[in-house]
């Protein structure tokens, strides 16, 4: 059994430029959400993805958008990158309604200068 | 308000103690309860999981509910440096819903 995995591991961009971050879902897991954990904060849901459709989001502008593709992996899009996206992004893959764990990655620090 | 409060430490004590965390959180609607372990740097580790009210124990560590005060702690026994890590509360309304996380609380754990 694999774990979930995510890529790159940290990358810097600037102001107003896009990005895009990766995720694989552990084995057997069908459903796949997105986090931002900004320095000394808790984790924020950024959305989740079930059958490649968007299931829930949280309170964070349209800039923020993501795919999942057939084999749950998962790709979160940032927009016009502003100082305060510099964060730990975190990417968690379950099993849709179960009440098993969310298993997480090891994250993507993105720093925006 | 913040949906759940977790005072952020940092909380210092000495190998062999008991480490004690707590969350309160403000709408009754979260029906399960989890505590997560982050090392700096790295993804979230699941550490408990609760849904009921009560005590939940495994080996070191015992999480406690309680839905009527809308507070939930997790103890640390015999607490060791490698538990020296930010940790962190996180509820859930439903089944497959979203994790809502506290802010953490960073515990050192010195020799």
């Known amino acids: 059994e694999t774990g979930v995995t995510q890529s790159p591991t940290h990358l810097i961009k600037t102001r107003g430029q896009q990005v895009t971050l990766r995720c694989s879902s552990q084995?057997?897991?069908?459903?796949v959400s997105w986090y931002q954990q900004a320095l000394g904060q808790g984790p924020q849901f950024i959305f989740q993805?079930?059958?490649?459709?968007?299931?829930g989001r949280g309170n964070f502008p349209p800039r923020f958008s993501g795919l999942q593709f057939p084999n749950y992996s998962s790709e979160l899009n940032v927009n016009a990158l502003e100082l305060d996206d510099s964060a730990l992004y975190l990417c968690?893959?379950?099993?849709?309604?179960?009440?098993?764990?969310?298993?997480f990655g090891p994250g993507t620090r993105l720093t925006v200068l | 308000q913040k949906e759940v409060e977790q005072d952020p430490g940092p909380l210092s004590v000495p190998e062999g103690a008991i480490v004690s965390l707590n969350c309160t959180y403000s709408?009754?609607?979260?029906?399960?309860f989890m505590w997560y372990r982050q090392y700096s740097r790295k993804g979230p580790e699941l550490l408990m999981y609760?849904?009921?009210?009560g005590n939940k124990e495994d080996g070191r560590f015992t999480a406690q509910v309680d839905k009527s005060s809308k507070y939930i702690s997790l103890f640390i026994r015999d607490s060791q440096p490698s538990d020296s890590a930010t940790y962190l509360c996180?509820?859930?309304?439903?089944?497959?819903?979203?994790?809502?996380f506290g802010g953490g609380t960073r515990v050192l754990v010195k020799p």
């Open positions: 996180a509820m859930i309304k439903a089944a497959g819903n979203k994790l809502t």
């Open positions: 993805y079930y059958r490649e459709e968007e299931n």
């Open positions: 609760t849904y009921s009210s």
């Open positions: 709408n009754s609607a979260f029906q399960y």
């Open positions: 968690a893959s379950s099993w849709v309604d179960s009440e098993d764990e969310q298993f």
């Open positions: 084995s057997g897991h069908n459903t």
